[in-house]
């Protein structure tokens, strides 16, 4: 079963504006990641934030976790055409090398 | 330092075959876990292997299994395919915390 879920599941925005992306979970996580994926090809992590930080940064990424909630939000600042993709988010439930469970993902298309 | 490998890219089946899907992680992981995705769908968890043994297991039939050898790479094996094992088939490998991707193997059934 999905355990996050992306909201919304497909966003259209201009080259150079900015594109938010949330992600709801049900459970209690150890952290939350961000992949990206192109045409249905290979996952490519972003960024990984664990239960206990709230904010995170990475280049042209920001990504906030908010556990009474129990949602995060990716903010890809500045899109390009090359940040079309879909994002997915996972949590990892326990510490340890343990399974991600991804949501359904946000479909972003950045046009130039 | 090359990624996570996996083979083949495209494979085409049909109904009742078996299939064998291969992977090879990243160098220093030690850890190998494989996903299903299916068209439009998150990416579902179908089981783990560490030093050779099947750590963790997801909601998949016993149809699925696996194997990984002394060198951390691993095989996923379906059996009896079926119209709905149609997917793209994802290796990630780890050390810590982090889970690192292959490219895939597309599974079509026919």
């Known amino acids: 079963s999905q355990q996050g879920e992306e909201d919304p599941q497909a966003l259209s925005i201009q080259e150079g504006e900015n594109a938010t992306m949330n992600c709801s979970y049900k459970?209690?996580?150890?952290?939350l990641q961000w992949y990206r994926q192109n045409s249905g090809r290979g996952l490519v992590h972003l960024i990984l934030?664990?239960?206990?930080?709230r904010e995170k940064h990475s280049g042209r990424l920001r990504v906030t976790l908010d556990t009474s909630k129990k949602s995060s939000s990716l903010l890809i600042t500045a899109s390009r055409a090359a940040d079309t993709a879909s994002y997915f988010c996972a949590t990892e439930l326990y510490s340890g090398n343990t399974p991600l469970v991804f949501g359904k993902g946000t479909r972003l298309s950045v046009i130039a | 330092d090359a990624g996570v490998t996996q083979s083949p890219t495209h494979l085409i089946k049909t109904r009742g075959q078996q299939v064998t899907l291969r992977c090879s992680p990243k160098s220093g992981h030690d850890t190998v876990s494989w996903y299903q995705q299916a068209l439009g769908q998150g990416p579902q968890f179908i089981f783990q292997y560490y030093e050779e043994e099947e750590r963790q297991r997801g909601n998949f039939p016993d149809r699925f299994s696996g194997h990984q050898f002394p060198n951390y790479s691993s095989e996923l094996n379906v059996n009896a395919l079926l119209l709905g094992d149609s997917a793209l088939y994802l290796c990630a490998s780890s050390y810590e915390e982090t889970q690192y991707f292959g490219p895939g193997t597309r599974l079509l059934v026919l």
């Open positions: 934030i664990r239960s206990n930080e």
């Open positions: 459970t209690s996580i150890n952290n």
